[in-house]
């Protein structure tokens, strides 16, 4: 595996990770994590649950602090490039009962466009608008978030993201709980941001659309188990060396390569 050297800075490297350590109560979370993500890909990351995945992009984003370590994104610090950063948190993490609408919350991811404390335009709503649009729910533009269905807010989360036109995403189980058809109109947009050139780096917790879904994978369990292309890093070896024991999970594993083998 590739592991990024401490004094690299490539400009080209959506987002580029060096001996990361984060510990809660002294106790390690993810330990020694070294990659760089690769530009204009549908990245995956996965590994069972307690590995450290959400904790990941939230240290990349320095909303948790790092024990050691250093992250770069597009080749300089986070907080010199996160104009060019969006995120999809998970959605239980969300106050859904917060008073505003949908077209509210989309509106908020060109705060950084706006600027705080400056009127939100007209043009800056019709933006936010036809970012609903992309996603499917443009006629619950006006409904109250906590009105929504599941996959409703995080197609209004999706949106938000999509609004602020950034380079890298990050994204923390888009899928999770949500309907056959939200999940297609989902992968849709990913698909259609990877064709433009963006990179799109995804927590997932299903092994079996893995293969279907993703062109890069990292597999995650406290240290990086393995990185690269989906089709040579996605294998039974692997798993086992990130899951272990956990044989109904690899089991369904197995099958999704062995179909997209075939």
């Known amino acids: 595996m590739n592991q990024p050297l401490e004094s690299t800075a490539n400009d080209q490297i959506p987002l580029s ?16 994590i070294c990659v760089d993500f690769p530009k204009g890909q549908l990245i995956g990351v996965v590994g069972p649950n307690g590995a450290g995945k959400s904790t990941l ?27 060019r950063v969006a995120y999809v948190p998970q959605r239980e993490s969300v106050d859904w009962d917060f008073p505003v609408d949908a077209l509210d919350v989309v509106t908020m991811g060109l705060y950084g466009q706006i600027g705080w404390c400056l009127p ?10 036809e970012a609903l649009d992309r996603v499917g729910i443009a006629d619950l533009a006006k409904r109250q978030i906590s009105q929504l269905s599941g996959g409703q807010q995080q197609r209004t989360f999706l949106a938000r993201a999509l609004v602020q036109d950034a380079d890298l995403y990050l ?27 963006k ?8 092994l079996q659309t893995v293969a279907d879904y993703f062109d890069y994978v990292v597999l995650l369990n406290m240290r990086v188990v393995a990185h690269g292309p989906t089709k040579t ?30």
């Open 120 to 129: 939100v335009r007209r043009k800056h709503r019709q933006a936010a608008l």
């Open 171 to 197: 994204m923390d189980e888009p899928f999770a709980a949500v309907d056959a058809s939200t999940e297609r109109a989902i992968l849709s947009i990913l698909q259609e941001m990877r064709a433009r050139g």
């Open 17 to 32: 990770i060096y001996d990361l350590t984060v510990a809660y109560h002294r106790k390690p979370v993810i330990w020694d």
């Open 233 to 262: 890093t996605f294998t039974e070896q692997n798993l086992t060396k990130a899951y272990g024991g956990r044989l109904t999970l690899l089991d369904e594993a197995s099958e999704a390569i062995r179909r997209v083998q075939q």
């Open 57 to 83: 992009i939230k240290a990349a984003m320095d909303l948790v602090p790092r024990a050691s370590g250093r992250v770069l994104v597009f080749g300089k610090p986070y907080d010199k490039n996160r104009h």
């Open 199 to 206: 990179t799109v780096l995804v927590i997932h917790h299903d």
